[in-house]
């Protein structure tokens, strides 16, 4: 069984992992052809006594790392203590993976007697809508809060999201809400490259509820660790899962229904509205922000201060 299994074994030079080449069939006939007679089962027996086992690939290897990454992470951290310390709101936001809203497939499974039917082809002419889901989970409650628009997923979208969580009366309170934290990703539309995504956050809250802005993304290819991801996103999904989307009413009463063990509250709501792709925000109108790029990681870390009543009218 060892000289078999040896010629067909790979494995990671740096660490203890190690797979086969060949499925058990595959093995079984090799073992055959040198008079070793044995069942595909007994060779599965034989391979999990020598610590084999069924392995899936998994995502943990980043292909771009940016020299400033573990500066950032540690920017993050200390931030996040700061505001924590001082009753201020933390909130992290990102947008989850869009859905067709109809007979659908969704992946996964659920108790049931029958196995619910849908369509055959996932064609986006037959969906009702293509639903955009923006989420923002405050990290010190366990509380979150997704807005799903028909729109597109702009920068304008994002912060009429973070707008409307920041005026909910239902919403756990902070001591003190004259400053707020915003962790995202540094792409899509809340990306730190994004102009319009600071120039909304300017107007729609710092401005508008006079209150101190600010906001760290996190760097390119480390969107995982960003909070909402698994402590919002996932558990949205897992309670979805199996369940066809046929309404976008049927949609947020699930994400809605969305709990875990360790007090997860979630609320959701449809939000209206058109919200256009491509607009350009121009260097003059850049130029009236009150934008303070921080010293630590600059391109990642920035504050908006609200602006006297002369220039937001500007």
Known sequence: ????????????????????????????????SIGVL???????????????????????VASTQHPQRNQQFCYIRRVKQLFINAGHPIISVDTKKKELIGNFKNAGQTWNQEPDL??????????IAKAVPYGIYDLVHNYG??????????????????????????????????KLLILSDSGGSNGYRVRNWKYQLQQQLADRFNIDVMVCHYPSGASKWNPIEHRLFSFISLNWAGKPLRSLRWMTALIRGTTTRTGLTVKAAQLKG????KVKVSDAEMATMNLIHRRICPQWNYLFHPRPQSLQNA
Request: glycine share 2%.
């Open 145 to 178: 809060c997704v807005y799903v628009g028909t729109s597109h997923d702009t920068a304008a979208f994002a912060v009429a999201a973070i707008v409307r969580w920041f005026e909910r009366k239902d919403r756990p309170k902070f001591a003190d809400e004259t």
């Open 1 to 32: 069984m060892k000289q078999a299994v040896e010629n067909e074994t790979a494995g990671d030079p740096g660490s203890a992992s190690k797979w086969i080449r060949q499925s058990l069939r595959c093995l079984q006939v090799k073992l055959a």
């Open 38 to 60: 044995l069942s595909h089962v007994s060779i599965r027996r034989l391979l999990q006594q020598q610590q084999y086992s069924l392995k899936a690939n998994r995502k943990s």
């Open 274 to 277: 058109h919200y256009p792709t």
């Open 118 to 127: 849908v369509n055959d082809h996932e064609f986006p002419t037959d969906a």
